[in-house]
């Protein structure tokens, strides 16, 4: 008889460590999404008990999996809530003013960046704050909007060019112009 191998333990310890590695994480998607630390924390706290309640679920790689779950909560939040007013849109969260949040959020810039992310639509959105700021690959992002690889890499290509094209419409005196060269044949 061959000892048999079962499922992954997914006891106390199992969650304590998920939660441990994963919850700044977890709260940092919330505050992008969210009017305050408060909310994302709690948001953080639903996800958790989504993720103890189906333990035998959640992948190895566990991080796209709790984001989708956040993502998910958010959405059923805000249907049953349209005009909450401590939603906001990513484009009325003071980034600067998070605690913890990365130097990516805080770096010069980013007001532009959150004005050219307004003028998109939802899933553009998304899909580049998964990659951008969440940091995930194309394929966990696929995981967490619940579509292909290959769905979520056209989707990814086209809100990139999207926003870019949202990005050349600022104001002439905030975009660069370009330096002309001349070749002055007189030396």
Known sequence: ????????????????????????????????????????????QEVFVVAWRRRAEVPERNLPWLYGVARRLLANQWRSRRAAPDLLSITDVDLERLAGSSGADTSVGVADIRTALANLNDLDQ??????????????????????????????????????????????????????????????
Request: aromatic residues 6%; positive net charge; charged residues 30%.
């Open 126 to 187: 998304e899909i580049l704050r998964l990659v951008g700021w969440e940091e995930l690959t194309v394929s966990e992002a696929a995981k967490v909007l619940g579509c292909t690889g290959a769905t979520a890499a056209v989707r990814l290509h086209r809100a990139r060019r999207r926003l870019a094209e949202a990005m050349s419409d600022r104001p002439a005196t905030t975009r660069r112009s370009p330096v002309l060269m001349t070749i002055r044949e007189d030396l």
């Open 1 to 44: 008889m061959g000892v048999r191998v079962g499922p992954l333990q997914r006891d106390e310890g199992w969650f304590t460590s998920l939660y441990a590695a994963e919850y700044e994480h977890i709260v940092r998607y919330g505050l992008r999404r969210l009017a305050d630390r408060d909310a994302s924390a709690e948001l953080a």
